[in-house]
């Protein structure tokens, strides 16, 4: 049975950085792109970054370029969202998850594994 789990959510001022990680289990992903969504309060989910689990460029929602780093560990099964000079705008609760179409890395619906998430809020 697949299962992500999401850690690293928390409450962090204007500016700060959070590091949220994404353990997964019950298989490996090595040619699936895992992917970071989010969903404030009233607005739909939305990407955020993804990246094919064995390698390659990082795709990132241009609201995050610059700021935010996604990264895994492969021998943990672990994926990781760094997330640098964070706004009000960036809270909402983050997802991770795997694409299991392989049709495109920003479409939420191509995903079929999901975690439960956590909660990020940036106060100003």
């Known amino acids: 049975q697949v299962q992500l789990v999401e850690s690293g959510g928390g409450l962090v001022q204007a500016g700060g950085s959070l590091r949220l990680s994404c353990a997964a289990s019950?298989?490996?992903?090595?040619?699936?792109?895992m992917g970071w969504f989010r969903q404030a309060p009233g607005k739909e989910r939305e990407f955020v970054a993804g990246?094919?689990?064995?390698?390659?460029?990082?795709w990132y929602a241009d609201s995050v370029k610059g700021r935010f780093t996604i990264s895994r560990h492969n021998a943990k099964n672990t994926v990781y969202l760094q997330m640098n000079s964070l706004k009000p705008e960036d809270t909402a609760v983050y997802s991770c998850a795997v694409d299991t179409h392989g049709r495109s890395p920003y479409v939420a619906a191509y995903y079929g594994y999901w975690g439960l998430g956590t909660q990020v809020t940036v106060s100003s």
């Open positions: 990246a094919v689990w064995s390698g390659g460029s990082p």
């Open positions: 019950g298989r490996t992903f090595n040619d699936h792109v």
